[in-house]
Every structure is written in C-alpha cells, then in structure tokens.
C-alpha cells in the first residue's frame, strides 16, 4: 500500500474514532462511562469475531503463541480512560487533551527511534521534527480558539 | 483506544495542587496510547489484523466486565432502555484498532498518531462549516482554519519522509 493512501486511511480512522467518541459521549451522560465503555468494547470484540469467523486467513501463528506481554494492549487503553474520568474534572479539559498528546507523541517518538516492543526502527530525521512543531503549533491555536468560543 | 473527543465533555479547570500531581498521570496515561499502538503493530504482523483487534477489545471486555461488576454503579438506567443508535460506537472503534495495526509498522507510531489526531480536527472544523451530517453551520474561525492547514502541512512532511 503506498503511503499516501495509507495515511488517508489513517486519517479517515481519526474522523471514525471522533464520530464514535461522540456517540459514546452521549451515552456515557446517560448510563457512565464504565458501562457505555463496556457496551463499546462488548460489540467491537463481537463484531471483530464475526469478521474473522468469516473472512481471516489461517496464520501460522495464533495469539496464544506469542509472549504474553504482547497482549497487554487494552490495558494501557483501560488505564487511560480511568485516569481521564479522574483527572480532566480537576486539571480542565485542555490541558489535559494537551498533556495526552504529548505524551502520546513523546512516547511515539521513542519507540520508533528505538523501535522497542518489536517495531522497526524509524530515526527521528528533520522533517519529522518539523511535523512535531507544526502539529505543536496547531495545538496552539485550537485551543486559542476553543478558549474564545467557551 | 484513544479517544480526544470524549475527553472534551469534562468540567471546567480547578486550581489545586492535585492539578500538578496529576498532570504526569495524564502525560503518563498518553504515553501508554503510543505503547499500546506500538503492541499492536507487531502482533498484527504476527497474528493477522484482525486477531490483533480482538486481542483489544477481547482482554478491554474482559477487565472491564470485572470493573463493572465489583466496583461500578449499580444503579443507572439498563443499555436496553436507550436509544438504538446510541449503542453503535461499538462498531466503529475497531475500524480504528484495525487501522493502527495495519500503519504502525509502515509510518511508525508518532507520525500514525499525528494522522490521527488531523483526521480528528479536520473532522470536527469540516463538518461546523459546511453543516455536514445534518449539523448546524457554524461559521468556523480563522485559528481553527490555520491550525487545519498546519497539521497539512505536518501530514505532507511525513509523506515525503
């Protein structure tokens, strides 16, 4: 796949997840944020084992081949979310949104320089450090214009 | 799964020391978003996309379950007294998870989720200005426009390397 439609994909995938975290928003209102958590996850497991029940190849290795610490995934996810419910009430919403993604990117940018936990390599060249800044600098002026607004 | 948006709904900031204390949790709990993008990729490859995704959302039922049967609320309204179309999020996170499984490998987890975060700026400031979705049309100002146009920016330097 080239990287230009990758991206776009990937780009796509974020307009997906805002859609959906704005319907699970809605619900979280109602129900809390466990149970619309649960739901959500509860039909993603669901609906993922019916596209693989139907459509993925056999592969020669199974999850219950591989080290076990490569399945800890969801609960970093898990951990996130309660440490957002407990801590955007007291530090506000942006500078929390602002801390996520720094160290979201921090941590991004390790991994790949280093390429920990079994990824390949990228080093840190200088035009993804002028991605970072540019990204850096739209921050700035969302929450220059989400602050007016509220 | 990382998702901005919900974050968005919280209350408004308190001045405390608590803030400061809890700030490295936050920063803390965004690296573990990259460290679980970076898990993914590698088991794809491995396991196929899919099984990946299902590894996620599988073990997230699972905990989650427990969490709610021990130590949830136990009133609330039942999911099955809600409106229908407030319960399909669900199918939408695993387009995400399936996503980064597949991307993580070829443009690394950073410039992956700076794509993200674009899709999910773009998103939002396109749809207040042209009312998509049956929206309202807001007219969308000029900071938000620019910092549109400097995540492009960003996205085309990945692009080319």
């Known amino acids: 796949m080239s990287l230009v439609i990758l991206l776009a994909v990937v780009v796509l995938a974020g307009a997906v997840l805002s859609v959906q975290a704005a319907i699970n928003g809605r619900l979280g209102e109602s129900v809390g944020v466990l149970r619309s958590s649960l739901l959500t996850f509860v039909v993603g497991a669901v609906s993922t084992g019916l596209l693989i029940l139907f459509f993925e190849p056999a592969h020669a290795v199974s999850l219950l081949d591989v080290p076990k610490w490569q399945l800890t995934g969801a609960l970093f996810g898990v951990v996130y979310m309660m440490v957002m419910v407990g801590a955007v009430p007291v530090v506000g919403t942006a500078v929390a949104t602002v801390a996520v993604i720094v160290g979201q990117l921090g941590m991004g940018m390790l991994i790949d320089n280093f390429g920990w936990l079994g990824n390949p390599a990228i080093e840190l060249s200088s035009s993804r450090i002028l991605a970072m800044v540019c990204l850096g600098l739209a921050l700035v002026f969302m929450y220059r214009s989400s602050r007016r607004v509220g | ?161």
């Open chain 2, 1 to 161: 799964m990382q998702t901005l948006d919900e974050v968005s709904v919280g209350a408004p900031a308190t001045k405390s020391g608590l803030r400061l204390l809890l700030l490295p949790l936050v920063i803390l709990a965004g690296m573990g978003l990259s460290v679980e993008a970076g898990l993914l990729g590698p088991l794809g490859v491995q396991v196929g996309h899919l099984w990946a995704t299902l590894s996620i959302f599988g073990v997230g039922s699972a905990i989650l379950f427990l969490l709610l049967l021990f130590a949830g609320p136990q009133k609330g309204p039942a999911l099955t007294d809600l409106p229908r179309w407030q319960l399909i999020g669900g199918f939408l996170g695993p387009m995400y998870v399936v996503v980064l499984t597949l991307a993580t490998p070829h443009i690394g987890i950073a410039m992956t989720m700076i794509a993200i975060l674009s899709g999910q700026v773009g998103k939002s400031v396109l749809i207040d200005h042209f009312g998509w979705f049956g929206a309202t049309r807001k007219k969308v100002n000029a900071e938000r426009w620019l910092a549109l146009g400097l995540i492009v920016v960003a996205l085309v330097l990945i692009a080319r390397g």
